[in-house]
């Protein structure tokens, strides 16, 4: 009976930890995928044959919540396999930011399961040194903790390891975001290519146009408040 229900025990915390692994992973911080591939990659023989090249340009972005004195701000962009892209940070910031950047990606145009995520942060004092050096460090207290409690070592060392994770993880305040599905992703590419149709105004690299109204028209409400415009468009395919 004790071997039953300790199997069952196990397959019910392996289901409750795979029902809830994205808001496990929020709650360590982690804002993409860990693992890249998934059953399309292996099906498909992790050809990179379905994605497209696109281009993710974001004029300014104002009625960001205020804070206590001026900041500096950056941008954060993630979207499936792509690594995570960032701009350069922004300093004298209080409720708005001219970025002016643009971001090349893979995108999937056929894959309705992807998600961009436009994240506004707040850049922290520390660097990037101290938020590797956390998780190394959680692990070391929460060992030395676990020899003086009944958790031992070993699980003291775990549950420091988890926290430091996601102290590194929290680093660099987020300010307002941007979540994007694929099917708004494909009305925006849809919408750039009718204006680029219209206008004779093109570059030799791709579709990048003037920083100007007329050509961003896009302005789309950012969570908690703000406004960012943005513009997604095709780039040419380099192997075509």
């Not at 281009?55 to 396999?81: C, N, Q």
Request: charged content about 20%; aromatic content about 6%; hydrophobic content about 40%.
């Amino acid at each position: 009976m004790l071997g039953l229900l300790t199997q069952v025990s196990i397959l019910a915390g392996g289901i409750i930890l795979f029902t809830f692994r994205k808001k496990i992973m929020a709650l360590l911080g982690f804002d993409q995928q860990l693992v890249r591939g998934d059953l399309k990659d292996v099906l498909t023989c992790f050809s990179m044959k379905r994605f497209r090249p696109i281009e993710v340009s974001i004029w300014k972005i104002e009625g960001l919540p205020t804070g206590f004195t001026s900041r500096t701000l950056y941008t954060r962009i993630t979207l499936g396999v792509n690594e995570p892209l960032h701009s350069r940070p922004h300093d004298g910031c209080t409720t708005s930011l001219s970025l002016r950047e643009r971001f090349s990606l893979n995108y999937d145009p056929e894959d309705d399961t992807q998600k961009m995520s436009i994240v506004i942060k707040h850049q922290e004092v520390v660097g990037s040194a101290v938020s590797q050096l956390a998780p190394a460090a959680g692990a070391i207290v929460g060992a030395a903790g676990g020899l003086v409690t009944p958790l031992g070592p070993s699980v003291g060392a775990g549950l420091g390891l988890v926290t430091g994770v996601g102290a590194a993880n929290s680093l660099g305040v987020e300010v307002a975001r941007l979540d994007l599905s694929s099917s708004m992703i494909n009305r925006f590419r849809d919408d750039a290519a009718a204006m680029s149709k219209e206008s004779s105004e093109r570059t030799a690299t791709g579709p990048s146009v003037p920083w100007s109204k007329e050509h961003y028209p896009w302005k789309v409400d950012l969570v908690p408040q703000g406004s960012c415009w943005l513009r997604i468009a095709d780039l040419p395919d380099e192997t075509a």
